[in-house]
């Protein structure tokens, strides 16, 4: 990359990927949560700072079953059947307080 032309990024904490596709979820109810987090993440100032949390919407996840799926990273936590009450649990005790969620978790990554 040429000097001068590398792209910046501000500080984060954490990243969160929601799958908006078709296969995980009747009507692609995933929209729907990765709507309702951009509000949740505003209105508990996770948007700015070293706290802030990224959020990214995906075609697809590959689990394809039992979604919405919603992942979260560093942690590699991958949460499933997401409701907008369970989202809600998901942004206050994980995303704000950094304590997971354990009742909703389905997979965890494996890091070697
Ligand atoms: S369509 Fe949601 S994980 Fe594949």
New binding site residues.
Partial sequence: MQRGSAPEMEPYARHVLV?T?????ENRA?RAIYARLASLLQREGLLFGVTRVKRSEA??????TG???VAVYPEGVWYAGVTVELLERIVLEHLKEGRVVEDAVFHRMTAE
């Fill in positions: 799958c596709g078709n296969f995980c979820s995933g075609p697809c996840l590959g689990v394809c979604g919405p799926i």
